[in-house]
């Protein structure tokens, strides 16, 4: 009924591209790939967000120590999941709204073709209606002259 293909936004594409991404980046901890992960992180942070760095010592991440620079850069990701949510979210309620205006569109729709039938219907038994009133005014007029010549 709808098409449920790979057919990507850019901003879909781009997720999908820092998720992986930043799965290479744990598995293998290549630091090419984390440069490359903090640019196209700088790129979608929205300037409303500051992070200061508040801890200082290292946090266990996955089993592996990680640094204030690595640290800052996990926040970063966080932040970056935020407002692709937020644009998830606001791609799934034009995504509703798109969907509400089409079942209306189909619900007056299929109210006017019901209307139509209704009114071809009530022309239909007007005509009927019609020739019987014909067909009964020849049969009198027949039945009167048959008598009146007889």
């Known amino acids: 009924k709808y098409r449920m293909g790979l057919i990507q936004t850019p901003d879909q594409l781009r997720f999908s591209y820092m998720a992986i991404i930043e799965g290479a980046k744990c598995i293998k ?38 640094g204030l620079e690595e640290e800052k850069l996990t926040g970063d990701r966080y932040t970056g999941l935020s407002s692709k949510m937020q644009d998830t979210m606001e791609e799934n309620s034009e995504s509703a709204l798109r969907k509400r205006i089409r079942e209306d569109r189909k619900a007056t729709t299929a109210q006017k073709v019901q209307q139509m039938k209704q009114r071809l219907n009530e022309n239909e038994r007007k005509r009927k209606r019609h020739r019987l009133l014909l067909i009964h005014q020849i049969s009198a007029v027949k039945n009167f002259s048959y008598f009146e010549f007889s």
């Open 29 to 66: 901890g290549d630091s090419s790939i984390q440069k490359r992960w903090k640019e196209l992180s700088k790129e979608d942070l929205s300037p409303a967000f500051d992070h200061s760095p508040n801890k200082i010592i290292t946090e266990k991440y996955n089993g592996n120590r990680i």
